[in-house]
């Protein structure tokens, strides 16, 4: 049988010390009263579940952009790339993907293409649902340099539980379609700032799966 078909996903590395943390808690919860121990199991399987890196299969067709997370699209709408990527001052069509806890969050670039920038800046908790969640949190931003010479941009989103975010890249770096560059714990989102005329292909309320579905075709422009 696929791994892809069966319940226990394959673990990111980087939950691997929080899962020790959680099953340590258990065995002491255990020694306290056998009921809290079983709570404990409960929480480390959560834990071991949030970290899962399950295999995707991302489209080949050259032009496609997909989703960076997993997760329900909660916006689309104009709006300007944070300033710290040094993109142009002008709207762009963001579309912003919230990651529950229940959520894999593990993220994956959007499309292939060069790291032209990277640039990490604190802020706040809102919940990350909210619009201006994507003003006021804690926030990593990606550039990325597509092979036809256009920019596209993909930031990360700290949430009102999430309190880190990781990210495994640095600028010159080149990414695949669907290749892993990061993750957030724990509940987040995703924005996906599309280049200047292309239109996405999703809806609000549609639920994403991160390295497969196709959010926009970079040959498909909006009309004038």
């Not at 980087?14 to 959680?22: D, K, L, N, P, T």
Request: charged content about 20%; proline content about 7%; hydrophobic content about 45%.
């Amino acid at each position: 049988m696929r791994m892809r078909d069966t319940f226990i996903k394959p673990m990111h590395r980087e939950g691997i010390r929080f899962v020790a943390v959680f099953a340590a808690a258990t065995l002491l919860l255990f020694l306290v009263w056998e009921p809290l121990g079983w709570i404990g199991v409960g929480l480390t399987v959560w834990c071991y579940y949030f970290f899962r890196d399950p295999k995707r299969v991302t489209p080949a067709r050259p032009g496609l952009i997909v989703s960076p997370a997993d997760g329900i699209v909660s916006l689309i709408e104009p709006a300007v790339p944070p300033a710290e990527l040094g993109m142009e001052d002008a709207p762009l069509t963001r579309v912003s993907v919230f990651m529950s806890v229940f959520n894999c969050h593990v993220n994956r670039s959007p499309a292939a293409g060069q790291v032209a920038a990277v640039a990490y800046r604190p802020g706040k908790f809102l919940n990350a649902s909210l619009d201006k969640a994507s003003v006021d949190n804690e926030r990593n931003g990606l550039r990325i340099r597509l092979e036809d010479g256009r920019d596209l941009a993909v930031v990360q989103i700290a949430g009102l539980v999430a309190r880190r975010i990781v990210c495994f890249v640095k600028p010159g770096d080149r990414l695949d379609r669907g290749e892993r560059f990061g993750l957030i714990r724990f509940g987040s989102r995703l924005d996906v700032y599309l280049p200047p005329g292309v239109v996405p292909l999703v809806a609000i309320g549609q639920t994403m799966i991160a390295g497969e579905t196709v959010i926009a075709r970079l040959d498909q422009q909006a009309e004038a």
